[in-house]
């Protein structure tokens, strides 16, 4: 553990926090348009999926916010 706090941990957190509103907005708006035909099972795995793969680099963006390095 660090005992002195870091500029990361904030600066990561604003940046996750608009990073997901961004990817959000876009989801929410081009998204509808190119499944709204499709049946609501498809549907629902779609949007599972956009729900989880914003996942995918948390991981090493975390370990960043932590130790500065990104891997």
Do not use: C, N
């Amino acid at each position: 553990m660090r005992d002195e706090p870091t500029w990361r941990i904030p600066v990561g957190l604003l940046g996750l926090l608009a990073a997901l509103l961004v990817y959000g907005i876009v989801i929410a708006r081009y998204v509808p348009e190119l499944i709204g035909g499709w049946h609501a099972l498809a549907q629902t795995i779609v949007y599972l999926f956009l729900g989880l793969v914003w996942l995918l680099p948390l991981r090493r963006f975390l370990i960043w916010m932590e130790t500065g390095r990104w891997g």
